[in-house]
């Protein structure tokens, strides 16, 4: 949404928009010129907007509550709305669009996707669901024909999006609440699959399991971290800092020596996918190496916070058992020997009711936890469903449950080697606050 309220921003357009809480992100909104507020009331809708129906469009996500007052204000006068992916949809019909989709891994690949061409000179336009830490925005202008797009499965809004080349990264159970279940959620991504335009290209990760069968009229591709395939890695070596250095292996030939600016042999899988789409859209070898080489990541996308020898932090958006289970093998490879503490912040009732015992086996990876309640977001309490069924399922003895409340006091009292914080919810707020805890307790 913020992506694009910084298009219509820039375009010429006034722009204003209501959030739940304030964050870093609507402060950097508001500081370009779009007005935000954060209550739901109907008289902080800035007037010209209500006084000129016809010329005012309202762009909303299916992540607002339904009962939003806001939301219905202009439904019941008849102002025009529409869903945020079909004005992606419509920005993206006019432009060769390469599409990244993924129940994980969208976020990191196509990131990297739109930086290779922006730092390559070819250049794009992007809508990211992260903020680039090159760019340090969601958004990346160009005047070029390449649009770069996350493209998002929640709510299918990924169906609105008819791309040249697409990724998908994963298509793992998720979003239960919309999909009922993993059959729906996998059917969505073989129609998204479809929607690729005649004469392009689809580049799947190895092992998914979609029935592309049907898929006609394009090319596929597959990828992977280090099974031979179309696209993949080999002579990997990892640095003392979890850095890596790899070739990338392609139908063509071989980038040798590759090194990778971002550490987490996940990032290496999801530069193999963006190198792929930059390879079949005809960059070269060179410019990619690169790029990949100076690509500085996606805030709260395995962010390297805080790192020294006494202690290292980092933060990441994982919120699904399987992004927390990649994160921590990961940080494993980065801090070999390392006593490793988590905080997680479960997001949505329903998905924990749906991922319980997924995310406890997950948990159970570390060497302790720091448990917090669950961030409700756009839902209702679930009886019986707490951040509890979790804690009690996870196999550590070094756990505790608290209220985000405590968070700094609890992290006071205990040792900390490696440490990440994990979630989709307002856990972001502690990420400051943490790390300039541990400069001023480690001195630095």
Known sequence: MSALARYYNHAGYRVAGYDRTSSRLTSEL????????????????????????????????????????????FLERGFKIVKRSLVLGEIASSKKTLAVAGTHGKTTTSTLLAHIFTDSKVGCTAFLGGISKNYHSNLLLDMGEILVAEADEFDRSFLQLYPDIAVITSADADHLDIYSNHRNIKDAFVAFAAQVKAGGALVVKKGIDLDLSDIAGKKIFEYSYNTPCDFYASNIHISDCGFFRFDINHPKG??????????????????????????????????????????????????????TPKCSYIDDYAHHPKEIAAAISSMRSIFPGRRLTAIFQPHLY?????????????????????????????????????????????????????????????????????LISFGAGDIDRFVEPITEYLKKRYDV
Not at 41 to 69: H, Q, R, S
Not at 275 to 287: Q, R
Not at 402 to 414: D, S
């Open 30 to 73: 508001e500081a370009e010129g779009i007005s935000v507020h954060f209550e739901d009331n109907t008289d902080l809708i800035p007037g010209e907007l209500i006084g000129d129906k016809d010329n005012t469009l309202i762009i909303y996500t299916p992540a607002i509550p339904k009962d939003l007052k806001e939301y219905h204000y």
């Open 254 to 307: 071989v980038i040798t020596d590759c090194i990778l600016g971002v550490p987490g042999w996940v990032n290496v899988e999801n530069a193999i996918a963006a190198t792929a789409v930059a390879l079949l859209s005809g960059l070269n070898e060179d410019s990619i190496k690169a790029a990949l080489a100076n690509f500085a990541g996606v805030e709260r996308r395995f962010d390297i916070r805080f790192n």
């Open 350 to 418: 329903t998905r924990t009711k749906d991922f319980a015992m997924e995310f406890a086996e997950s948990l159970s990876k570390l060497d302790a936890l720091i448990l917090l309640d669950i961030y409700p977001a756009r839902e209702l309490p679930i009886e019986g469903i707490t951040s509890r069924i979790i804690f009690d399922s996870v196999k550590l003895k070094d756990k505790v449950l608290i209220q985000k409340a405590e968070l700094m006091e609890t992290l006071e009292k205990r040792e900390i080697d490696a």
